[in-house]
């Protein structure tokens, strides 16, 4: 069960670059940090509510 969530893990860390990478050559880099912001402040908000 482990074994599956190391493939996980690493599948996900290399999307997360794969999309980095796709951000800078499309020019699109500002977006993305600014969606990535918006996410973990919407994370951290609906955590806070149902904690």
């Known amino acids: 069960m482990s ?3 190391k493939i ?3 599948l996900y860390g290399t999307a997360k ?3 980095d990478v796709n951000a800078v050559q499309k020019g699109t880099v500002g977006k993305r ?3 990535k912001a ?3 402040a919407t994370g951290k ?3 806070k ?3």
Do not use: D
């Open 33 to 35: 940090i600014a969606r």
């Open 45 to 47: 908000m609906l955590n």
């Open 38 to 40: 918006a996410g973990k």
């Open 8 to 10: 996980r893990k690493a």
């Open 17 to 19: 670059i794969l999309g």
């Open 49 to 51: 509510l149902f904690k």
């Open 3 to 5: 074994s599956i969530n």
